[in-house]
């Protein structure tokens, strides 16, 4: 079953990964779907910005409501970490 979700509990788990690389599936409408990955910038009443890692660098705004509707999809990406080889 499902859990019960709202748009305050997508805002307080967004707030927790400020900062953090995400990546985001949009379905965009007539089977037309963007993935894109960036930083979680910031997180507003009703939005959240992502800043893209393209070449443009620019950020990109979905609503909460998008999520809860599951027109947008959000994964939060794990840090790896580089570990020096001993030489």
Same mark, same amino acid.
């Given at each position: 079953?499902?859990?019960?979700?709202?748009?305050?509990?997508?805002?307080?788990?967004?707030?927790?990964?400020?900062?953090?690389?995400?990546?985001?599936?949009?379905?965009?409408?007539?089977?037309? #779907?963007?993935?894109? /990955?960036? $930083?979680? +910038?910031?997180?507003?009443? =009703?939005?959240?910005?992502?800043?893209?890692?393209?070449?443009?660098?620019?950020?990109?705004?979905?609503?909460?409501?998008?999520?809860?509707?599951?027109?947008?999809? #959000?994964?939060?990406? /794990?840090? $790896?970490? +580089?570990?020096?080889?001993? =030489?």
């Amino acid at each position: 079953m499902k859990q019960k979700v709202s748009i305050d509990s997508i805002r307080m788990k967004l707030d927790s990964h400020l900062g953090e690389r995400i990546k985001v599936r949009a379905n965009e409408g007539r089977k037309r #779907i963007s993935i894109k /990955e960036g $930083v979680l +910038e910031n997180t507003y009443p =009703s939005i959240f910005v992502i800043r893209l890692d393209d070449e443009s660098r620019r950020a990109v705004t979905w609503s909460y409501i998008d999520v809860l509707t599951d027109s947008v999809e #959000i994964q939060f990406l /794990e840090q $790896v970490q +580089e570990v020096p080889a001993d =030489s």
